[in-house]
């Protein structure tokens, strides 16, 4: 089992561009979720969602779409990329809502 | 507005000694809360769990302590170990979808 995979783990983009971020799980979770690490906030929910074809708001979800077309895979995209978005993104995964959670090794992003 | 703190940014302890590590929240309704562990360059893993209904829970080397009236959470780690130095996240859940998560505490266990 590879547990939660995120691809990329870098990246480097310029204020403007658009990318999309990719979580995958092989545990058959229902839950997946996004957050972003920042130095001195710890970790912040962005989105998440409960289930194939849901999706639904964290904390801090401006500037970001989601996506669940299939179960196993949880899309992150950033539309028009702005230096406050420079962070640490993790995915991860649980059973239910208020089971431990699986985390990603995390995508470092820099926006310039 | 953070739901859960971490006030202590970092911690060193010499090996073989106890770890503590602290966490408050502001939210009474918390009722789950659980503890993570992370190396650099790798995602949190699970390390602990403990329900409201509980104040205390053991995990090998590990134990939650929970005082509601407090509304504070600490984490023990006896013994130390080297292998133990990493950051630390408590978190906090009462309903719905979300864990809160505090700032994290770099604990340094020196050998």
């Known amino acids: 089992n590879a547990g939660v995979t995120q691809t990329p783990k870098f990246r480097v983009l310029k204020t403007g561009q658009s990318m999309t971020l990719l979580c995958a799980q092989d545990?058959?979770?229902?839950?997946m979720y996004w957050y972003r690490q920042d130095p001195g906030m710890g970790l912040r929910l962005i989105h998440y969602s409960v289930g194939e074809g849901t999706t639904a708001k964290g904390e801090v979800p401006d500037g970001y779409n989601v996506s669940r077309l299939k179960k196993q895979n949880f899309l992150l995209g950033l539309e028009s990329a702005a230096p406050s978005q420079t962070s640490v993104y993790f995915c991860?995964?649980?059973?239910?809502?208020?089971?431990?959670?699986?985390f990603g090794p995390g995508t470092r992003l820099t926006v310039l | 507005d953070q739901q859960v703190k971490q006030n202590s940014p970092s911690l060193s302890v010499q090996e073989g000694r106890i770890s503590i590590l602290n966490c408050d929240y502001t939210n009474s309704m918390f009722d789950y809360f659980l503890w993570y562990k992370k190396y650099p360059a790798e995602g949190p893993t699970f390390l602990i769990s403990?329900?409201?209904?509980?104040d205390k829970n053991e995990d090998g080397r590990f134990t939650v302590f929970l005082n509601k009236s407090a509304k504070h959470l600490s984490l023990h780690i006896v013994p130390s170990q080297p292998g133990d130095s990493a950051v630390y996240f408590c978190a906090a859940i009462y309903t719905g979808n979300q864990f809160y998560f505090g700032t994290g505490t770099s604990l340094t266990v020196i050998p």
């Open positions: 403990i329900s409201s209904i509980k």
């Open positions: 545990m058959n979770h229902e839950y």
């Open positions: 991860a995964s649980s059973l239910s809502n208020r089971d431990r959670q699986f």
